[in-house]
C-alpha cells in the first residue's frame, strides 16, 4: 500500500479518535448552549458564502460561485432556520404517558462530494453538531481545499461560542482507503454518505448505520392542463442551476401530446436549444463513455462549453441543450443522469402513459430520488404521485429547488434519502432529527392482570408450613405399614462383611447458560464493569461495536 494511503488511514482514525473525546464533552452541552454554537457557526458561513463558493467552483471546476453561493446561504440561513427551534437536549416530546428523550448518537463520518462540495459541508456540520455529535469530514479529493476551509471557518465559529475543537474534523489527505477507514472505525457511530454509487454501497456494507443518496435522472412530465411557460421557465431555472450539479437537478422533459408544440416554442424562446438527429449523436458521444457511464469531464459545465466540444454551433445566450432521445437505456446515452444543463425530450399522451415513461426513466438510474409533474389538476398531481416510484414528488415548481425544500414545504436538506427504492434506508430529507437516538419511557396505561388461577385458601383450615407437620402421625402411618408385611424367614446370621468402597459418581457438567439474543455496546460495557461474560451463539445479534469492544476484552463467551 503506498505511503499516501497509509498516512490517510492513519489520519482518519486520529480525527475520529480525537471527535470521539470531544462528543463526550458535547454530549454534556444543554439545549441554549449547542444552539448558541450553531447560530455562531451557521453566522460564520453566512459571512463567508461567497468565498468559501468561488473556492469551490475554483478547485472542481464545476458549476458558477453565483449559484454556489446561493446553495451555501440556502444551507447556513435557509437550514438553520429551519431547525434552530428543534429540540435536541433532554426530554424533546412528552405525552404524559411516553416521555421521549433525546440522546447524540457519537461520531458522524461525512462523506462530501466535489459536486455541491461547500453547502453539503456547512449543511452536515450544522446538522450533526445540532444533534450534539461531532463530525468528521471526508471530502472528494477534488474538492479538499474548499472543505478544509469550510470546516476551518464553521471550526473557529464554533470554537468561540465553547465547541471543542477536536469536534470538526476534516480529512486532508483523502484517499479511498482513509474514507473506508474512517467509516468502519469501531468509534464512528453513523455515516453522511453523499457521492457515487459506488462510495454509498461502501457506507452501507461498512457495518455502521450510513444514510446514502443514490442518482436522480429527475423526469419532469408537463401535462395538458400545465401553465406551459412557468413550467419551461421552472425546469430550464431547475437544470441550468449551477449547471446541473444537485442530483435532484430534471434531467428529461416528458411533453403531453397536446401542448407538446407549445412546450418546443417556450423552450426555444427562453433559451434552449434543439439539436436535431446529428447533432444529438454527436453530444451522446460525448457525454457517454465507451463503457456506457457518464463523462466526469461534462459535470457542472455549461452549454455553450459543452456543445463546443461536441463540435456544435449554438447560439451564444445558448442556457441549455434538449435532444429527442428517442428511448430509454443503454441503447440512449442521453436518457442517463447527464449532471449538466443537457434536457432529452419525449412524447407521450396522456397522464398514463406519460407516468409510464417517467417510471422508466427513474429505473435507469435514479429510483426512489425525484420526480416532477406540471398541472393545473390537483387530481392529476396526486395521481402522478401515487405511480411514480421516488420519495419525493415535486409540482409546479423546479424539482431542483423544490426536492431540497427550497422552494416548497419539504424539511430543507443537502442530503435526499431514496428509501428502498434506491436502495437507501430512508425515503426522508436528511436533519438533526436522523442524528438523534431517541429514548421512550413508557407508563402503564392498562393494568395486567394475572391469568393464573389463585389458590383456594380456608379461612378455618389455614394451610400448614414445613414446620407445622404432625410427626407423631406420620411416625404411626409408617408402623402400620411395616406390621402389615410377612415376616422374613429365621436365617442363620452372618458375619457382616466390611463395607464395599463406594463408587463415587461425578455430578453432571451445569447446563450452558442461555445465550442473549442481542447484544449492544452498552451491554458489553456493563458486562466489562461487572467483570462478567456475556454468552452468545451464531443466532445472537450483535452490534458493530459490541463486537469490536467485546473480542478486544473477551467479554463474550459461548452459550446455549
Known amino acids: 500500500m503506498a505511503d499516501k494511503d497509509l ?32 447560530e455562531a457557526m451557521a453566522v460564520a458561513a453566512q459571512a463567508q458564502s461567497f468565498r468559501l463558493a468561488t473556492l469551490a467552483h475554483e478547485e ?4 458558477n460561485s453565483a449559484d454556489k453561493n446561493v446553495k451555501n446561504l440556502f444551507a447556513a440561513v435557509d437550514v438553520h432556520n429551519y431547525f434552530k427551534n428543534l429540540k435536541t437536549v433532554g426530554v424533546v416530546r412528552d405525552t404524559g404517558s411516553v416521555v421521549e428523550i433525546a440522546s447524540p448518537r457519537g461520531v458522524v463520518a461525512a462523506i462530501v462530494p466535489s459536486t455541491n462540495p ?41 470554537v468561540k461560542a465553547g465547541l471543542p475543537a477536536e469536534a ?37 456494507s461498512s457495518g455502521k448505520p450510513a444514510f446514502g443518496v443514490g442518482p436522480g435522472n429527475v423526469p419532469a412530465l408537463i401535462e395538458r392542463t400545465a401553465d406551459v411557460a412557468k413550467a419551461v421557465r421552472d425546469i430550464l431555472a431547475g437544470t441550468c442551476f449551477d449547471f446541473g450539479t444537485i442530483c435532484a437537478s430534471e434531467q428529461a422533459i416528458v411533453a403531453d401530446a397536446p401542448v407538446d408544440k407549445q412546450i418546443r416554442e417556450q423552450l426555444a424562446a427562453q433559451g434552449a436549444y434543439f439539436l436535431n438527429a446529428a447533432q444529438a449523436d454527436q453530444l451522446g458521444k460525448l457525454v457517454v463513455t465507451p463503457n456506457r457511464t457518464l463523462n466526469p469531464k461534462i459535470v457542472g459545465k455549461p452549454a455553450t462549453t459543452l456543445a463546443e466540444w461536441a463540435g456544435i454551433s449554438v447560439p451564444p445566450n445558448t442556457r441549455c441543450l434538449i435532444a429527442e432521445a428517442g428511448g430509454v437505456g443503454r441503447d440512449f446515452p442521453l436518457s442517463i443522469e447527464k449532471l449538466s444543463p443537457i434536457l432529452a425530450y419525449y412524447v407521450a399522451n396522456g397522464l398514463e402513459e406519460g407516468s409510464r415513461l417517467c417510471d422508466e426513466i427513474l429505473h435507469y438510474g435514479g429510483m426512489g ?14 395521481r402522478y404521485g401515487l405511480l411514480m416510484p421516488t420519495a419525493r414528488v415535486v409540482v409546479n415548481s423546479p424539482s431542483t429547488h423544490g426536492a431540497i425544500g427550497f422552494s416548497t414545504a419539504l424539511a430543507p436538506s443537502m442530503t435526499l434519502g431514496c428509501g428502498s427504492w434506491g436502495g437507501n434506508v430512508t425515503s426522508d430529507n436528511i436533519s438533526p ?81 442461555k445465550a442473549a439474543e442481542f447484544v449492544c455496546e452498552d451491554d458489553v460495557r456493563q458486562a466489562i464493569a461487572k467483570n462478567e461474560k456475556i454468552f452468545v451463539n451464531a443466532k445472537t445479534i450483535i452490534t458493530p461495536s459490541a463486537r469490536d469492544l467485546g473480542n478486544e476484552r473477551e467479554v463474550f463467551a459461548k452459550g446455549n
Open 118 to 158: 461547500t453547502s453539503t459541508a456547512i449543511f452536515k456540520i450544522l446538522i450533526a453538531v445540532k444533534s450534539r455529535n461531532t463530525i468528521v469530514l471526508s471530502p472528494h479529493p477534488s474538492a479538499t481545499r474548499c472543505v478544509m476551509e469550510t470546516a476551518n471557518v464553521m471550526r473557529e465559529a464554533g
Open 433 to 513: 432529527l436522523h442524528l438523534m437516538d431517541i429514548k421512550r419511557v413508557a407508563f402503564e396505561i392498562r393494568p395486567v392482570t394475572s391469568s393464573e388461577p389463585a389458590q383456594a385458601i380456608t379461612a378455618t383450615s389455614p394451610a400448614k408450613t414445613s414446620s407445622q407437620i404432625d410427626r407423631a402421625a406420620i411416625a404411626e402411618l409408617v408402623d402400620k405399614f411395616l406390621s402389615a408385611r410377612p415376616s422374613a424367614p429365621a436365617v442363620q446370621s452372618a458375619p457382616t462383611p466390611p463395607p464395599a468402597e463406594e463408587k463415587v459418581v461425578a455430578p453432571p457438567a451445569p447446563p450452558k447458560p
Open 369 to 382: 430520488h425525484t420526480s416532477s409533474i406540471h398541472t393545473q389538476s390537483r387530481e392529476v398531481a396526486l
Open 7 to 38: 498516512q490517510s488511514i492513519q489520519a482518519a482514525r486520529d480525527l475520529v479518535e480525537a471527535a470521539h473525546r470531544a462528543q463526550a464533552v458535547v454530549a454534556t452541552f444543554d439545549q441554549a448552549k449547542i444552539d448558541s454554537i450553531c
Open 60 to 63: 472542481t471546476g464545476y458549476g
Open 168 to 204: 470538526i474534523g476534516c480529512v486532508e489527505l483523502t484517499s479511498l482507503e482513509g474514507t473506508d477507514a474512517l467509516m468502519k472505525h469501531k468509534l464512528t457511530a453513523v455515516i453522511l454518505a453523499t457521492g457515487g454509487m459506488g462510495l454509498v454501497r461502501a457506507a452501507y
